[in-house]
């Protein structure tokens, strides 16, 4: 069975006032996009995703989807301009060979990350989703089995203002069923602190890991990892500058709180070097930045470490969860999976039925493929609105 078709749809969703509200308290750049201080990365006021449609000669479809936070446009260009031309053609049951071949055609000029590697991601989930589909199976078993059905999570983020608002939303959080959260701070190392201990105070019950965006100093950082330990947190994400191969590793061997690190990285290669550097403790690859196909090579990578994997998950929609959670299911040494609410409830948008969701975690989406229903008419409504953004 041959690739017949690739299409790409851009999206750029609206969500609620408050969301956007959060967003535009940063500083305006322009086109909808703002630094979130104390952050530094770019954000969107919405949710922009990019969609890619894989279809065989016999009409069956398989769908991908990059992260892709700001500007989706670039991703959706690489697939168009240089990875559907060979893709057509292609065996459509053979998810690895293709992506093999499609990561060589830029290796050689160093784009083995950033867009090449986004719109490759994207690409690859629907070449599994697609796979699945014509073979009748789930992609968690094609990769060899589930160890789990149900995939743990934490609640990613309470996003209010203050400290005493934070933590009535964690108390919201445990009396729904939650277990875990992840507070995203990067404050300052006593703001930090002071966070963690109101929620705490508020949700005694919950585990509490941090993300610190990539802020602190070395010195910092170890400050906070400290600090950390003595309230009994459970890891401490990207707390130093993204590049900072070296300061990870010193301070992965000092820090008393497991340090998670993850979602900049794109490929095995880059993985190998942190593993080898011991720079982490917990590998957290992103399926909408790695695809499925690599997502599991660092899953093994981590596993001959004795090394668990936490899968990070951002603002993806739909497609990128239900990829994510096939890949949480199908690695052995899952830590847990990230539950983003709002990614989690714009994404419903784009399926016929929502993916299930339970207190504590996700059960793994039944049927062939990726076992999701996407409404392709909606998704081609949404993408020409998207073009007027």
Do not use: C
Not at 13 to 33: K, M, P, Q
Not at 87 to 94: E, P
Not at 156 to 182: I, M, Q, Y
Not at 193 to 219: G, K, M
Request: proline letters at 6%.
């Amino acid at each position: 069975m041959l690739i017949r078709d690739i299409e790409t749809f851009v999206l750029k969703l609206g969500s609620d006032e408050a969301y956007l509200g959060a967003l535009r308290d940063g500083s305006e750049i322009g086109a909808g996009y703002a630094v979130r201080e104390p952050w530094r990365s770019l954000y969107s006021e919405r949710f922009e995703a990019l969609l890619v449609k894989v279809t065989a000669e016999d009409g069956t479809s398989g769908w991908g989807e990059a992260l892709a936070p700001v500007a989706p446009e670039v991703p959706a260009t690489v697939v168009d301009l240089l990875l559907a031309p060979v893709l057509r053609g292609m065996d459509a049951t053979r998810p690895r060979p293709a992506w093999s071949r499609l990561r060589d055609l830029m290796r050689e000029r160093g784009h083995l990350v950033g867009h090449q590697a986004d719109a490759l991601a994207a690409v690859d989930i629907a070449l599994w989703d697609l796979a699945g589909r014509l073979a009748g199976r789930p992609v968690a078993e094609l990769l060899g089995g589930a160890f789990r059905e149900h995939v743990p999570v934490y609640v990613s983020g309470l996003p209010k203002t203050t400290d005493d608002e934070r933590a009535a939303l964690a108390a919201e959080w445990v009396a729904r069923g939650a277990t875990a959260v992840k507070l995203h701070l990067g404050n300052g190392v006593g703001a930090d602190l002071a966070t963690v201990d109101a929620i705490r105070a508020a949700a005694p019950s919950l585990r509490i890991a941090v993300d610190a965006h990539w802020v602190y100093s070395v010195t910092d950082a170890g400050r906070l990892a400290a600090g950390l330990a003595e309230r009994g947190a459970w890891f401490l994400e990207a707390p130093l500058a993204p590049e900072d191969l070296a300061g990870h590793a010193e301070l992965a061997r000092t820090s008393p709180v497991p340090i998670a690190v993850g979602e900049a990285l794109r490929n095995r290669y880059e993985f190998g070097e942190w593993l080898d550097a011991r720079a982490l403790r917990i590998a957290q690859p992103d399926v909408g930045r790695t695809g499925i196909t690599e997502a599991m090579v660092i899953a093994e990578l981590a596993a001959a470490r004795h090394l668990p994997v936490a899968p990070h998950h951002s603002t993806g929609l739909a497609v990128a969860l239900a990829a994510g959670l096939h890949v949480s299911a199908a690695v052995e040494n899952l830590e847990v999976f990230e539950y983003q609410p709002k990614s989690t409830d714009v994404g419903r948008r784009i399926l016929r039925h929502p993916i299930a969701f339970g207190p504590g975690g996700f059960p793994l989406p039944a049927g062939p493929g990726l076992g999701i229903d996407v409404d392709e008419e909606t998704v081609r409504k949404l993408a020409e609105e998207s073009r007027n953004v």
